[in-house]
């Protein structure tokens, strides 16, 4: 998620963007991958070859988060979906960031007001949720936390239409957002319905597709997001006392390795 956020952003010919992670190998895979995302669409005719060569130049790489945050106007954090992980990037963001920086969280379902505090600034923290793959999806959820500022709000908007991508403000903190909030309750009937034995995975998709029209149904949607991250958030959600325990269905292929896409199988099983 990181490295499209960054991509998307220096498309947009508008910013330079430092690309960081501390983790060994990360940041070259996430330019070969960026590379081969620009290539194929100069390839099929959406991109010419020196737009893609601009926006990769605009992208820097850096293993140095101090540096890299203390020069940001902007942060966008996108690490693993862990609350602790989070957590310790915002205390670290307190400790280099620039006062005057917007500080924003990629989350798909931890509200910010669980992060800001760290930061020391929680009125200039807010979630910018943008959708996998980001190069392909309109979509931004922006959401205020209690304690953001009305300037913190305007530049997130702001900042998301500059890079060609839509905007929707959450104006109160809800768990899940929007999306989420639908994608589960949707996600969480299609999986009651497979373990109560009333249609197969696959006819459940299909039903869906060609009954409302989603381009995938709620399985292949849930293998291409990873089983893994789902189960974390609906357990997250539980604790939270938010909703349900995440069915049995989901917890066994998790327990099983059964991951999705990225493994190879999960509710299908993939080449």
């Known amino acids: 998620m990181g490295s499209q956020i960054a991509l998307q952003t220096a498309l947009s010919g508008r910013y330079h963007v430092t690309l960081v992670d501390t983790v060994s190998g990360q940041l070259n895979r996430a330019r070969a991958q960026n590379r081969k995302l620009v290539d194929r669409s100069v390839e099929k005719g959406r991109l010419t070859k020196e737009k893609a060569d601009l926006a990769l130049e605009r992208i820097e790489d850096s293993g140095d988060f101090a540096a890299s945050a203390a020069?940001?106007?902007?942060?966008?954090?996108?690490?693993?979906?862990?609350?602790?992980?989070?957590?310790?990037?915002?205390?670290?963001?307190?400790?280099?960031?620039?006062?005057?920086?917007?500080?924003?969280?990629?989350s798909s379902t931890i509200g910010i007001s669980r992060l800001a505090d760290f930061s020391g600034s929680p009125e200039r923290c807010c979630n910018m949720h943008f959708f996998h793959p980001v190069t392909v999806m309109q979509l931004c959820e922006v959401v205020r936390g209690p304690k953001t500022s009305d300037e913190t709000v305007e530049t997130a908007m702001e900042f998301v239409r500059s890079i060609d991508r839509t905007p929707v403000l959450l104006k109160k903190e809800i768990w899940g957002f929007i999306v989420n909030r639908v994608l589960f309750a949707a996600s969480e009937e299609a999986m009651r319905l497979l373990e109560g034995g009333y249609a197969s995975a696959e006819d459940i998709d299909v039903a869906v597709q060609k009954g409302l029209n989603w381009p995938m149904g709620p399985f292949h949607l849930l293998d291409f997001s990873g089983l893994d991250v789902f189960y974390g958030a609906m357990e997250d959600r539980h604790r939270l006392g938010e909703g349900p325990q995440a069915p049995d269905v989901l917890r066994k292929l998790v327990e099983q390795g059964r991951l999705g896409r990225k493994t190879g199988k999960g509710f299908f099983d993939y080449d």
């Open 71 to 106: 020069a940001a106007d902007l942060v966008i954090e996108a690490v693993i979906e862990n609350f602790d992980a989070k957590k310790s990037v915002f205390e670290d963001l307190g400790k280099h960031a620039s006062k005057d920086a917007v500080l924003a969280s990629n």
